[in-house]
């Protein structure tokens, strides 16, 4: 499994490390549908999930266990909006629409750490 993309599911299960020394993301993070790489490794800090925000349905959890948070778009190899609900924005692969995987903080673009996979090994 070693070149493998890993959702986050095995990841919880064989406890693999998700982040650097830095609190970055240590594996490249992809598309959950298609693939696409949509954050290199290194270039996201992981940050808690702020409670008050669900994700529509995607996968069988609405409040991810944290988020990747970047800056800006331009961090993002691959990634757009999806529809707004109740006003927020929220982000889904630009290849496939797949999502949403995340949402547009204040300043910030976030990546739900359950909504991805990791290229694991690669
Ligand atoms: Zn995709």
Redesign the pocket.
């Known amino acids: 499994m070693a070149a493998d993309l890993v959702p986050y599911t095995t990841v919880q299960e064989t406890h693999i490390q998700l982040t650097n020394e830095a609190n970055a993301n240590a594996h490249d993070i992809h598309?959950?549908?298609?693939?696409?790489l949509i954050l290199k490794r290194g270039v996201a800090t992981q940050v808690e999930h702020d409670a008050s925000v669900n994700l529509p349905s995607y996968t069988s959890t609405t409040a991810p266990p944290f988020n990747w948070a970047v800056p800006t778009m331009m961090h993002f190899e691959?990634i757009g909006f999806s529809h707004a609900v109740d006003g927020r924005r929220f982000l889904?692969?630009?290849?496939?629409?797949?999502?949403p995987v995340g949402y547009a903080g204040e300043g910030t673009f976030l990546i739900a750490g359950d909504r991805v996979r990791y290229g694991v090994g690669r």
């Open positions: 598309c959950p549908a298609c693939k696409s691959n889904a692969c630009a290849d496939c629409e797949g999502g």
